[in-house]
């Protein structure tokens, strides 16, 4: 069965240093991953994915990935946080030989950054 | 262009009473997804229309759970009657791909469901 874990409930990052939201998932064959981005009082915003190709993907507001087929990691990264990156974070997994186009997701992690 | 939006924002009910949420999809969307979060815990799938038609509703925790997207727009979602464990967000969702396609969903804000 299709599974994502996000092993940390929360990141703590002074504004300005790197950041590393982690991600693992487990699933069947090639695997189309996401992350997501939830803003206080907002709905989840698509940050980036990864398809296929280079392991590295560039998203939004900064933001980056790291696919790593033997880790099954897809760990999210930003070089310098900013303030305004403090909002809730989910790893998402789809199944691109499944039925349906549904994602699987994490748990989430808050991310605080502080000023 | 608008985007998903959901209605009501936030629903507190007593335990065996009813709530509908709704859901409006990107106009031409024809893929509508509902989701919940229930407090600290991953969000999960409940079911996917494809314009009318349900093409997956695996998710659907049990038969107090009713979804409906009569003519392929707006969908809703209706729990009768609503039990503590109900409560969460509810998120909807849509697209304009086809199976098999890897766009993104687009979310709505969801709508907080409160059981007391």
């Known amino acids: 069965a299709q599974s994502v874990a996000q092993p940390e409930d929360q990141v703590n990052v002074a504004e300005g240093n790197p950041l590393t939201v982690k991600c693992t998932y487990s699933v069947s064959g090639n695997p189309y991953l996401f992350w997501y981005v939830q803003y206080p009082n907002r709905g989840l915003q698509f940050l980036l994915k990864y398809i296929t190709g280079d392991n590295l993907v560039k998203g939004s507001y900064g933001f980056e990935a790291e696919f790593n087929k033997s880790q099954t990691s897809f760990h999210l990264k930003k070089p310098s946080a900013l303030v305004s990156d403090s909002a809730l974070y989910f790893c998402?997994?789809?199944?691109?030989?499944?039925?349906?186009?549904?994602?699987?997701f994490g748990t989430g992690t808050l991310l605080a950054v502080q000023p | 262009e608008a985007g998903v939006t959901q209605f009501p924002s936030h629903s507190v009910i007593e335990k065996g009473q009813t709530v509908t949420l709704r859901c409006d999809p990107i106009?031409?969307?024809?893929?509508l997804y509902w989701y919940r979060r229930v407090m600290g815990k991953e969000i999960k799938f409940l079911l996917h229309?494809?314009?009318?038609?349900?093409?997956?509703e695996s998710g659907m925790p049990n038969n107090r759970f009713l979804a409906e997207r009569t003519g392929g727009t707006y969908s809703t979602l209706k729990v009768q009657p609503a039990e503590l464990e109900d409560s969460g967000v509810y998120f909807c969702?849509?697209?304009?791909?086809?199976?098999?396609?890897?766009?993104?969903?687009?979310f709505g804000e969801g709508s907080r469901l409160t059981v007391l």
């Open positions: 998402a997994v789809r199944d691109p030989g499944g039925a349906t186009n549904k994602l699987i």
């Open positions: 229309f494809v314009k009318e038609s349900k093409q997956d």
């Open positions: 969702a849509s697209s304009q791909e086809g199976t098999g396609d890897t766009g993104e969903l687009f």
């Open positions: 106009s031409g969307h024809d893929n």
